[in-house]
């Protein structure tokens, strides 16, 4: 059982190219999220999928885009990356069932942008 | 606006003591509070949680408590063990508003646990 997998863990991106994080999980949830890490600010929310083909923006969403692209996929495009875009991103997903909201998440992708 | 703040970066503690993490909310409506440690290199792990009709909730060496008039909950480790040593989040949802399993969470609090 590996829970969230995301790919690729370690991504070095020059400003303006564009790349896609991918995340898998194979515990059947129906909610996906993804949140960046930041030294001193915790993990903050940037979008998520309370349910199959629906996404939704979180706190910080600008310079992204996802894809839910069924149940087990959730994916997080940069366009166009920006320096200020460098950070450890996680993706999480959760079964929300009785109220509980909690997620379990991916090992992170540590992304740097020059 | 930080909604939910972990005030103290850093904790030390001995081993075999007792360690308490302290997490602090602005936010009236959360009413489900997280607990998750984190290796480096590694995602965060989910510890324990409490529901807002609570104000213990006890796994082990592990007890959160929750006081709700203060908006202020704490993680305590008793006894604390070196592989304790760890990033630890508190994390709060509002499950009331559609239950979206969305967290908000604190800056993290360093613990060190000394041999």
């Known amino acids: 059982n590996a829970g969230v997998t995301q790919t690729p863990k370690f991504q070095v991106l020059k400003t303006g190219q564009s790349m896609t994080l991918q995340c898998a999980q194979d515990?059947?949830?129906?909610?996906m999220y993804w949140y960046r890490q930041d030294p001193g600010m915790g993990l903050r929310l940037i979008y998520y999928?309370?349910?199959?083909?629906?996404?939704d923006k979180g706190e910080v969403p600008n310079g992204y885009n996802v894809s839910r692209l069924n149940k087990r996929e959730f994916s997080l495009r940069l366009e166009s990356a920006a320096p200020s875009q460098t950070s450890v991103y996680f993706c999480?997903?959760?079964?929300?069932?009785?109220?509980?909201?909690?997620?379990?998440f991916g090992q992170g992708t540590r992304l740097t942008v020059v | 606006d930080q909604q939910v703040k972990q005030n103290s970066p850093s904790l030390s503690v001995q081993e075999g003591r007792i360690s308490i993490l302290n997490c602090d909310y602005t936010?009236?409506?959360?009413?489900?509070f997280l607990w998750y440690k984190k290796y480096p290199a590694e995602g965060p792990t989910f510890l324990i949680s409490?529901?807002?009709?609570?104000d213990k909730n006890e796994d082990g060496r592990f007890t959160v408590f929750l006081n709700k008039s203060a908006k202020h909950l704490s993680l305590h480790i008793v006894p604390s063990q070196p592989g304790d040593s760890a990033v630890y989040f508190c994390?709060?949802?509002?499950?009331?508003?559609?239950?979206?399993?969305?967290?908000?969470f604190g800056q993290g609090t360093t613990l060190q646990v000394k041999p």
């Open positions: 999480a997903s959760s079964s929300l069932t009785g109220g509980n909201t909690e997620a379990f």
């Open positions: 936010n009236s409506m959360f009413d489900y």
């Open positions: 999928s309370a349910s199959e083909g629906t996404t």
């Open positions: 994390a709060a949802s509002d499950a009331g508003s559609g239950n979206t399993g969305k967290l908000i």
């Open positions: 409490i529901s807002s009709i609570k």
């Open positions: 515990m059947n949830h129906n909610s």
